[in-house]
């Protein structure tokens, strides 16, 4: 007995993973079939490669040919894969095997190249085979100084024939090799010992360069200090911002009467030549600010510079009465002066350029008795680092090292073939079962990954415990999708040939005639409207927190279930005026006469209600009108409407809006006697359900149930009946 609840659970646990498995269908199956679709692809379509091998053992110099340690097996095999990888080596091998000649191979290049116009087709052939077999060579190393060269090719014969000729091709230039590696050695010790000498003759010429500058700077003083320099620069700053500020004043005032190209045209060559020489004299000036008082003047040549300002404005005076002779006298003056301004700005601007490079010169130059030390011992260390590489270098081409160098670099060997190139007898990849196989693993790993991270972050409400928990609602039912609900998704509707005639024929209104599960699921509802022997409203409006949750599917089964149980008129309200839908289940077309002609002229007009083919129930559709929903259902029609419905019907079934969408479930709910929620299991987002019943209970709290739509597959399996003939069928969609 303490076996059989942990067995029972183990049991459910799995049914619930096929359940949510067979619910999330689509999201297991998509990405598994096209992982399947992709390796089945890959298999199928990646071309067979073969492999062929040669085996070369390596023969040691004996102790005559050779007195010097011989390379391990590691350096050797580095240097045959080194070896085969360059490109003279590749083209050797292709030419003396004459692959490239062959007309298969030649065809499978030249459909495989890219295509290059400059070249030729052997070019392109060659160039070709030479970067394929780049990457079809690997070199292993073995016991005993052998090693394994291995071509794969996608074709039997040039795998073969490539492998015999790379081992062939190693054979004959490895000697070679061996006195070319050591000559190039000699050459690079030479080259070093070059380098390292003019390193050094350039390390001591800096050295002494160095002493002479330091020398040099340390004869005199500097006539004033970097301060006053500085000092100095900050005051002709503060001159060239006045003058600045001056010369932008004299322009707003010419502006509107002297345009920018007459200001231009005020000039002349003598006056450029002027301009220039007033800003060397402040270049001059610049200079005696600085120089030793009893050397330089700078008294003089601030009259020099005065004079100099006054030829400038004579010049321009004349300049201007002969460029502007429409404009008065005193805008011309006015426009000479701000000339004179810009003249006087550049000679001050280039007075503070000489006097701030000047500046940092001081500055560099006081800084530079802090740093001569560290400087010379950088210069000394330099120099000595150059002349111990360069004697190292010449001690080494001077004595018996260089030899043993050479000795080191070579093979100390030739290569013998031990077992030649080999007829390959079946690919070795790709293995296409396996390729298959992980195709097939992967895409139910992905697949159920897929399904376990949606079901993570679903925020729908999927469980009855969880719609009365969240809602605090009774649950009047729990339905399942049905074959009957499937008549209208898979044809057109078959109300054009006529109302009753039509709903005839149609699967929803035929299973409410005989005890269809459908009709028996619906019949659950009508109970739980009237359990223990409470009133059973007299008008229901039914509506859902979004759309496509069911609602119109509800008011059509229950207004079925209604006539049929109650032998009473029951009166079906297509109430959504946005977006009817209500004749979808009931298998009618669509009218454009209904509840909007009936709201706009306040008057119940009962030619607008249809029959339909159950005995005691109606249906009224919404219509079509010009006037906006939102002026029609305000509360007083509303109320008005449900009235005189409940005067000529024992039972009124309203289809509305979702209330979370519109209010028009808000303003219908608080004239009707009572409000089913409707909520679509796996769809319906538990915040909108929360916020959908709360909403309607702040405006009636009359809301006296919710139904579960579209169960069968989310619910636990204790609401699927047993027996086959009381199985619900699969599901289907919604009509609303």
Partial sequence: MAERPRGGSRAAVQ????????????????????????????????????????????????????????????????????????T????????????DLEPATRA????????????????????????????????????????????????????????????????????????????????????QLQDATRQLEAGEAKLAAFRRTVLAA???????????????????????????????????????????????????????????????????????????????????IRLSIVRKQAELGAELTQVAAK????????IRDLAVYYRLAQADVAGVEA????????????????????????DFRRLNDDVARFRAV????????ASEQLAQAFASARLSGRFEVVQPARWPSHPVRPNRLAIILAAFLTGGVVGVGTVLVAERFDT?????????????????????????????????????????????????????KVDSPLALQFRRVYLELARDGRPLPRTLLVTSASRGEGKSTTVACLGMTLARERKEKVLMVDFDLRHPGLHGPLGLPGSSRGVTQMLAARRFEPRFVRATSLPFLDFLPAGKSDQPADELVEAGLVEWFVREASSRYAYVVLDCAPNLEVPDALLAGRAVDGVVFVVKAGATVRRAADNGVRLQREWRDNVIGVLINDAGGVLPPFHDLPSRAYSHGDMVGDAS
Avoid: C
């Fill in 351 to 374: 007075r503070r350029e000489v006097l701030t490079r000047r500046a940092n010169a001081l500055e560099h130059r006081a800084s530079m008795t802090t740093d001569q030390q560290a």
């Fill in 15 to 86: 049914i619930e993973v096929l359940r949510l498995l067979r619910r999330r269908r689509w999201l297991l199956a998509v990405p598994w079939i096209a992982s399947i679709a992709i390796g089945v692809t890959m298999a199928v379509v990646t071309p067979s490669v073969y492999e062929s091998s040669v085996v070369l053992s390596l023969r040691r110099l004996s102790s005559t040919e050779s007195s010097t340690p011989a390379p391990g097996p590691g350096f050797q095999a580095d240097f045959l894969r080194e070896q085969t990888r360059s």
């Fill in 390 to 397: 360069r004697d190292s270098l010449a001690r080494l081409s």
């Fill in 218 to 300: 340390g004869d005199g003083a500097p006539p004033v200090s970097s301060d006053a320099a500085r000092a100095a620069q900050e005051k002709a700053r503060i001159e060239a911002d006045d003058l600045r500020k001056h010369a932008d004043a004299l322009r707003q005032q010419l502006a509107g009467r002297v345009g920018d190209q007459e200001l231009k045209a005020l000039t002349s060559r003598r006056a450029s030549t002027m301009s220039a020489e007033r800003t060397e004299l402040e270049r001059r000036l610049a200079d005696a600010m600085l120089a030793d008082s009893s050397t330089a003047d700078p008294g003089a």
């Fill in 108 to 191: 499978w290049v030249l459909r495989s190249a890219p295509h290059d116009p400059g070249a030729s087709r052997d070019e392109v052939v060659r160039a070709f085979l030479i970067d394929d077999l780049r990457e079809a060579i690997a070199v292993s190393g073995g016991r005993d100084n052998e090693f394994t060269v291995t071509v794969s090719e996608t074709d039997r014969a040039r795998a073969r024939t490539l492998a015999q000729g790379v081992a062939d091709q190693l054979v004959r230039v490895t000697r070679s090799q061996q006195v070319q590696q050591a000559g190039r050695l000699q050459e690079s010790n030479v080259e």
């Fill in 323 to 330: 460029a502007l002779p429409k404009v008065a006298p005193a």
């Fill in 88 to 99: 003279p080596f590749l083209r050797s091998v292709i030419i003396a095997t004459g692959i």
């Fill in 460 to 512: 729908s409400m999927k469980s009855a415990e969880e719609v009365g928990r969240l809602l605090e609602l009774p649950l009047l039912g729990a339905l399942p999708r049905v074959p009957e609900l499937e008549g209208p998704r898979r044809g057109p509707f078959a109300g054009a040939r006529g109302g009753a005639s039509a709903a005839a024929e149609h699967g929803l209104l035929r299973g409410f």
